[in-house]
């Protein structure tokens, strides 16, 4: 059956790599174990060329080759244009997750009849991120550096203006009917971008607080990214000026 067909598969998973077959190796071990029961698959993006797609493969995952490195975007495109599952969940390659993730994603995201749900964070450095919301017109995650008392208000499952994309479960349908992530966003404010369109077209986004997956982060950082997210920052702002912005948040009653 194609991927533009029925869906055959429950979950697929999509992973984009960029070298570093160390953390691939630690992500793949924590999803199988998040998968362990539920009819699956697992596709692996490979951007680089350290053997990446080769373990991926011996682990029975599916593995996509574009043949240059398309970053975060052009790599979850690719991959979810492949997948066959009812839902999609998308992590990162230095993303760890528990091993009862899917169910507290898929539960949350029921409670609420969201299509989107994404997961609590947590950094080496102790560091907690939540939800993405908005303030002066720009988008900013909620975080908690280790030490700070957790307001009783974050300790819930709720819906939110748009979640990371570090680990999410999202309706397959969905992705598709918004052709998944904006191209024009290189490296930042995709998914922040993709939970409004989202919004606009009466989908909810929620937080399951209960799902936390580490993120080790920065792995794949090179010196160029602090001016091309710059410039990913002009763009959504250009695409979502005050106005527009505010007319698409007025749609979902945040809780």
């Given amino acids: 059956t194609s991927a533009q067909g029925h869906f055959t598969k429950v979950v697929s998973a999509v992973i984009p790599t960029f070298n570093r077959i160390d953390l691939l190796v630690q992500c793949l071990r924590h999803l199988k174990l998040a998968l362990d029961g539920t009819e699956h698959e697992i596709i692996v993006v490979e951007n680089g060329n350290d053997g990446s797609g080769a373990f991926a493969t011996s682990e029975g995952c599916k593995v996509v080759v ?15 244009s492949q997948a066959l599952g009812d839902e999609l969940l998308l992590l990162h390659n230095d ?5 009862n993730a899917l169910s507290l994603l898929l539960a949350a995201r029921e409670r609420h009849r969201a299509a989107i749900s994404g997961a609590r964070v947590t950094s080496p450095n102790g560091w907690r991120y939540y939800e993405i919301n908005f303030r002066d017109g720009r ?3 909620v975080a908690l550096r280790a030490a700070d008392p957790e307001p009783s208000e974050l300790c819930r499952d709720r819906v939110v203006p748009a979640v990371k994309l570090h680990l999410a479960v999202i309706k ?3 992705w598709r009917e918004l052709r998944g992530l904006d191209y024009r966003f290189v490296d930042d404010y995709m998914d922040v971008d993709f939970a409004l369109r989202a919004t606009d077209v009466g989908h909810t986004t929620v937080l399951a607080y209960l799902t936390e997956t580490q993120h080790i982060g920065g792995q794949s950082v090179r010196p160029w990214r602090a001016a091309v997210v710059a410039e990913d920052g002009r763009r959504f702002r250009e695409k979502w000026p005050a106005d527009k912005l505010a007319a698409v948040l007025t749609h979902q009653e945040y809780r």
């Fill in 66 to 80: 574009p043949g240059c490195n398309l970053g975060f975007t052009g790599s979850m495109n690719i991959g979810t």
């Fill in 95 to 99: 993303t760890w997750i528990q091993s």
């Fill in 139 to 141: 988008p900013g995650q």
């Fill in 172 to 174: 397959t349908a969905v």
